[in-house]
Nanobody, 123 residues
C-alpha cells in the first residue's frame, strides 16, 4: 500500500497562488497514477487533477482549467500548482493513487485517505 502525505496548504488571498505537494512513502511511487481531490463540508470529494505514472498524460477539471497545473518529479512527489485562486477553491485537498478509466475519469484506487491539507482563500 502506498502511503501518501499532502502538504503546502494555507491561507491565501483571492488571486494568489499555492503549491501543494503529495509525497509517497515507497520507492514504487513512480508506478502509480496520482490524483488530487478536494472536499468541502457537506459535499462529496471531487477530482481536481490527475497525472499518469509517466508524467505526460494529465487532466484538470473544468473549474480549475487554466489556473491549476499538476506535475510530478522523478522521485516520489506530485505537485499541484494553484494560481489565481478563487474563494470557491477553499477546501481540504487530498491526493491518492488513481486508475485511469477515461480522460475525465480517474477514480481512486485506495479507500484510505490521508489527513489532507487545508486551502483557504480569503477575499
Amino acid at each position: 500500500q502506498v502511503r501518501l502525505e499532502e502538504s503546502g496548504g494555507g491561507l491565501v488571498q483571492a488571486g494568489g497562488s499555492l503549491r501543494l505537494s503529495c509525497t509517497g512513502s515507497v520507492r514504487t511511487f513512480g508506478m502509480w497514477h496520482i490524483g488530487w481531490f478536494r472536499q468541502t463540508p457537506g459535499k462529496e470529494r471531487e477530482l481536481v487533477a490527475a497525472i499518469a505514472r509517466d508524467g505526460f498524460m494529465t487532466y484538470v477539471t473544468d473549474s480549475v482549467e487554466g489556473r491549476f497545473t499538476i506535475s510530478r518529479d522523478n522521485g516520489n512527489t506530485t505537485y499541484l500548482q494553484m494560481n489565481n485562486l478563487k474563494l470557491e477553491d477553499t477546501a481540504v485537498y487530498y491526493c491518492n493513487t488513481v486508475q485511469r478509466i477515461t480522460r475525465k475519469e480517474w477514480p481512486p484506487l485506495s479507500a484510505c485517505w490521508g489527513q489532507g491539507t487545508q486551502v483557504t482563500v480569503s477575499s
